[in-house]
């Protein structure tokens, strides 16, 4: 059985830091992505990672600030967010992904985490 655990999410003040663990279970993927959603607002994209290779993306609202990497030793899957701003604060949930492609989409995910909050205060 597939297993995604998001933890690390909190309550922070802008300008702070924050790091988002997702511990894979059950399978590898191809690809592991981050979105967010704010309350009121579609789900977006902020960051993905191929397993094999690393190849990473991150979208442009948190490129300079948000980092991602893996470890294939512990099956996890990091989301490094430095710099926070208010407009940051949501639900973030890692994803799986079969594909290596287009994987801004969250159409493109197979199997998704309950999502850990994350607060940003001004």
């Known amino acids: 059985q597939v297993q995604l655990a998001e933890s690390g999410g909190g309550w922070v003040q802008a300008g702070g830091s924050l790091r988002l663990s997702c511990v894979i279970s059950?399978?590898?993927?191809?690809?592991y992505g981050w979105f967010r959603q704010a309350p009121g607002k579609e789900r977006e994209f902020v960051a993905a990672?191929?397993?094999?290779?690393?190849?990473?993306d991150l979208a442009d609202s948190v490129k300079g600030r948000f980092s991602v990497s893996r470890d294939n030793a512990k099956n996890t899957v990091y989301l490094q967010m430095n710099s926070l701003k208010p407009e940051d604060t949501a639900v973030y949930s890692c994803?799986?992904?079969?594909?290596?492609?287009?994987?801004?989409?969250?159409?493109?995910?197979?199997?998704w985490g309950r999502g850990t909050q994350v607060t940003v205060s001004s």
């Open positions: 994803a799986a992904s079969i594909y290596l492609l287009n994987t801004r989409d969250s159409q493109r995910y197979n199997s």
């Open positions: 990672i191929r397993w094999n290779g690393g190849s990473m």
């Open positions: 059950g399978r590898t993927f191809s690809s």
